[in-house]
């Protein structure tokens, strides 16, 4: 699904096609909001990690 990704400054590879950052991010979608300190995503799989300080919440469309 969509979501959206939301930081002051992000870096991406263009090599490995990985992005990350060490400032707080928020990953929001119609199923999830997390947030957190540090990222490392990878943009061809749409997989991330959050390095610290994280909270996420999971809404009942998750599980439908």
């Known amino acids: ?14 090599e490995s ?18 947030r957190g300190r540090g990222l490392e995503a990878e943009v061809d799989t749409g997989s991330f990690r959050i390095l610290s300080n994280v909270r996420a919440v999971f809404n009942d469309a998750a599980r439908k």
């Open 17 to 34: 096609r990985k992005i990350s950052t060490a400032l707080d991010v928020a990953i929001t979608s119609d199923m999830m909001d997390v």
């Open 1 to 14: 699904g969509l979501f959206v990704l939301e930081t002051e400054k992000l870096e991406m590879k263009m």
